[in-house]
């Protein structure tokens, strides 16, 4: 069945892309847990409160990701030197590889939509994706 809206295309989208990232990556990771892992790869370890003011999270919501996170095994916190009262969280090696089989899966969804596209529509949907996320995350 083809969407007939807007709204029908942007689901079934989002649809189909849940479900590849399922597929390289089974464990139930909310998005919100899949962006604490992110930030710690591309920032290193850091602090509860760094992770909450990068991420836009309150510490209860962070809590609930660091704990889950902790039962899969990706995070693992440890003290800090400088302020012994203070936790700094980091991947683990458990955390680097689920990242990487995310990685690998937005490769293979990337080869697969540069084969079903022209050069010419992908440049389009280059810009038209940034142009609806810009516009999504302006609410």
Request: net charge positive; proline share 3%.
């Amino acid at each position: 069945m083809m969407p007939n809206s807007l709204e029908d295309a942007l689901s079934l989208l989002q649809c189909t892309l849940v479900a590849r990232r399922v597929s390289f990556t089974p464990e139930q990771i909310t998005w919100g847990q899949y962006d604490v892992l992110e930030i710690l790869r591309l920032k290193g370890d850091l602090t509860p409160s760094q992770l909450s003011q990068s991420l836009g999270l309150s510490r209860q919501n962070l809590s609930k990701f660091l704990r889950a996170l902790k039962s899969y095994e990706f995070v693992e916190q440890y003290q800090s030197e400088e302020d012994r009262r203070e936790l700094i969280t980091r991947l683990t090696d458990k955390g680097h590889h689920f990242l990487q089989r995310a990685a690998t899966g937005r490769a293979e969804n990337a080869a697969k939509v540069k084969a079903a596209l022209t050069p010419q529509e992908q440049k389009l949907f280059i810009t038209l994706s940034q142009k609806i996320t810009h516009a999504l995350g302006h609410d």
